[in-house]
């Protein structure tokens, strides 16, 4: 496994080795020894996977209390990953990263707690995984928005995204409840 820090403080790009042969492939998509290792101590609790079809952007999505940090990994198709560092106190905070996900690149991306975490789906379906630190509290759920133009994210977008309405209605960095 190679695992290359971000321009994100704290946010890792991981590539497991994938063992193939004519029979298919086998790959470690965690492990906790192998991981701890390389800096990421994590304990989850929750997987999540979704199905999307070209054009849908999910996100930008953060829980402003129980932060979530994700193992997040493309297994069908391809996905368009943006990440923005919501934490004031750090040299990043505001800033975003953008890279592809997909099921032939098989890159994975730890995005710690204190981030807002949205994918785009650029294939003709995507399915995403993901594993969080915390569990899922409505209550407690914030949307960026997701076109922002202080977040910078260069979406490969042609046209309009296919939005939930709480993505629609995402705001901006400068109205956001963030961390500090």
């Not at 849908?56 to 069908?76: D, F, M, P, S, T």
């Not at 391809?78 to 890279?99: H, K, M, N, Q, W």
């Not at 294939?123 to 569990?135: C, G, H, I, P, V």
């Amino acid at each position: 496994m190679r695992v290359t820090a971000t321009d994100l403080a704290g946010v890792k790009l991981i590539e497991p080795k994938v063992f193939g042969d004519d029979r298919g492939f086998f790959m470690e998509s965690w492990n906790a020894r192998t991981f701890a290792a390389a800096g990421i101590d994590a304990t989850f609790v929750q997987d999540n996977h979704s199905r999307s079809r070209r054009d849908v952007l999910r996100g930008l999505h953060y829980q402003i209390e129980h932060a979530q940090g994700k193992l997040v990994r493309c297994v069908a198709g391809e996905v368009y990953d943006a990440v923005v560092d919501l934490r004031r106190s750090s040299p990043t905070f505001g800033r975003s990263i953008g890279l592809a996900l997909s099921a032939q690149n098989q890159r994975m991306l730890w995005v710690p707690p204190g981030f807002a975490h949205g994918f785009l789906a650029v294939s003709e379906y995507a399915d995403f995984l993901y594993k969080t630190t915390d569990y899922w509290y409505p209550e407690h759920e914030r949307t960026l928005l997701w076109n922002d133009a202080a977040l910078a994210i260069a979406w490969p977008l042609e046209g309009s995204p296919i939005l939930a309405p709480k993505d629609a209605a995402g705001v901006p960095l400068a109205a956001a409840a963030v961390y500090d």
